[in-house]
């Protein structure tokens, strides 16, 4: 083989892997952890019914690892809450897989939806004394101002597909962005204690994590940063306002 022909071999051959590996990162899915204290009939129904698998790698478990790695996660789908384990979350008790999970997902900010009528303290409405229902649906309404979003099925498909469709589009619409009068020290901004400053070239949804975690409203940036389509979606699900440096 000469070498004008030697060299048209190795061209081929390194777009071939190149176009290889494009198309495994253009086709892998996003993946979704779906939790069920047990096994039951409307587990297996939404499971055969739903049209997840086609966007999304479906990870399912009645018995989940506590330590298991969330980051790999786009958003957890809880099914089967039962009371006990209402209690355990809402009280920051981590007594079990589920419960532990569930609790280091809101701790870090992840996306989680419940259906309600995986819910069960929401069948003993009727037949509850009031007051005590009232003092169980207080922890129910803590999870929900916790960022879990309590929906139908098919509420919750519709916005699993809606998010995968956005995350699969070539660019994410910023949140809106206001100017910043001053420059604030990392961490902080001068009269306004709801506010984090990030100095780092890319805004990443981690770092939207963390300043929500410290309490902020408002994340400072700088003019020139270049913000995530992670952190963008983040910053519009938990209205984060995300505030450039003026100059």
């Known amino acids: 083989m000469d070498f004008s022909n030697l060299v048209d071999e190795i061209t081929r051959r390194v777009l071939g892997r190149i176009q ?11 993946k979704l952890l779906i939790l069920t204290a047990a096994q039951n009939a409307r587990f297996d129904h939404f499971l055969s019914t739903t049209r997840l698998g086609d966007c999304y790698d479906l990870s399912c478990s009645s018995d989940p690892c506590p330590e298991e790695n969330l980051d790999a996660y786009e958003a957890l789908v809880l099914f089967d809450l039962r009371i006990e384990e209402l209690g355990r979350i809402s009280a920051g008790v981590c007594g079990s897989p589920y419960s532990c999970l569930v609790t280091r997902a809101i701790l870090t900010g992840k996306r989680i939806y419940l259906p309600a009528r995986e819910i069960e303290l929401l069948c003993y409405e009727q037949s509850a004394p009031p007051r005590y229902f009232a003092m169980m649906k207080e922890k129910l309404d803590l999870l929900e101002q916790s960022g879990v979003k309590i929906c139908s099925l098919e509420e919750l498909e519709s916005e699993l597909l809606g998010l995968a469709t956005r995350k699969s589009a070539q660019a994410c619409a910023a949140p809106v962005i206001k100017p910043s009068e001053s420059k604030a020290p990392a961490g902080q901004r001068p009269g306004a204690a709801s506010s984090f400053r990030v100095d780092k070239r890319v805004l990443t949804e981690k770092d939207l994590i963390e300043a929500r975690m410290k309490g902020a409203t408002d994340v400072l ?27």
């Open 20 to 30: 290889s590996a494009g198309d495994s990162l253009v086709t892998a899915k996003p």
């Open 221 to 247: 940036i700088k003019k020139t940063c270049i913000i995530t389509d992670l952190a963008c979606e983040y910053a519009r699900a938990r209205q984060l306002n995300l505030v450039r440096d003026a100059d």
